[in-house]
């Protein structure tokens, strides 16, 4: 899975071709996330408090 960026510990990865809506994966630690990219809700999985807000800045 490419990766998109790397911040304080964060990594973003983007699969091609991966199943709708478009989104994103963010891990921090053993922690994982799922992103929409339009609304920027999590489709799945949870981050810590200030991963997650970290993610959010990033994408907006």
Do not use: C
């Not at 990865?13 to 799922?34: K, L, S, V």
């Amino acid at each position: 899975m490419p990766e998109i960026s790397r911040f304080f510990g964060i990594i973003i990865r983007m699969y091609f071709g991966d199943h709708n809506p478009p989104h994103f994966h963010a891990i921090y630690q053993e922690h994982t996330a799922e992103y929409d990219i339009h609304t920027l809700e999590v489709i799945e999985g949870k981050l810590p408090n200030r991963a997650h807000s970290l993610v959010l800045e990033w994408a907006s």
